[in-house]
């Protein structure tokens, strides 16, 4: 987004505040989903992550920061205070956040492809194992994981949203990488 | 991210996962799908929270007009007159508590 629209964005202008959400829904709902939240609550946190952006516009500061970094930041608060409740709520029920819809993942990517229906099968096989494999995360691994695979954040970015140094984001994805390889290469894992 | 995104198709093993094979694994999944009309949701949330601070806004300022506003007169005759009868009835009470237990 070039500098005039966010700076009319930031003086009330509705269209240009439209035209951000039309750039950033698809990156935000990539990376909510990457933090393995279901379709209903990620679909709130987007919801009240551009609603907080509207209602803080004039506080932000385009020469200090990106208008991603700035959203992302939000979106990520709001995540990790969602899945940090859920966990502490599943802890009383006994039931675990790799759960939380788990059960879309098959349904939603029956669809996703013309290739064959094996093909599609076990595509959402290895999603459905990646989304699994990651709810065994912690949550702010999690996080930074699904930040990486974003094309719109730079390392430097991420680095801002995490608040961590830059040394230490690459340090942690290669860990965190390695974490996620061996769980879904574990025969455990695929046990399960 | 450039560098950390391999656009390689790379088949996906069953039991052993690699490198690029996660890599393209994690940039192409996407768990979610965009909701239809998001835009318009957040838009017309955003309205609708901006309507309801605007009402919220014109109550509370009209109630402060009420407040600040200078008593009038019969505001003045109003609270003497309520105020005076008011007052001669607790005076008349103590008096006749004091009444019988000086009789008692």
Redesign the interface.
Known sequence: MNKQTLTSLQQGD?TA??AL??RY??PL??Y???M??P?AI??EI??ET??RA??ARETFDLEQSSISTWLFTIARRLALNELDRAARRFEVSGTTTTDL?AQ??VS?FAHADQSSPQDLL?QAE??QA??QALATLSLHDRSL?AL????????AAIAEIEGIPVGTVKSRLHRI?QQ??NK??G?DF?DG | MTDKHITKHVDIPKQTLSDDALDTLLSEVDFLEVPQHFTNKVMQSIDEIADEKATNNGSQHADDQVINAAPKWWQWAALIGGGIPALMQVLAFIFSAWNVSNLG
Do not use: V
């Open positions: 509705k505040f439209a959400i039309g829904q698809k709902f990539s909510l989903g990457k393995t939240l379709q990620a679909e987007a919801q551009f609603i509207w209602q819809g879309e993942t939603e076990h290895s999603q990646l989304r994981l990486a695979y974003l094309k719109e954040l730079e390392f990488r996620l390889k879904l290469n025969e695929h």
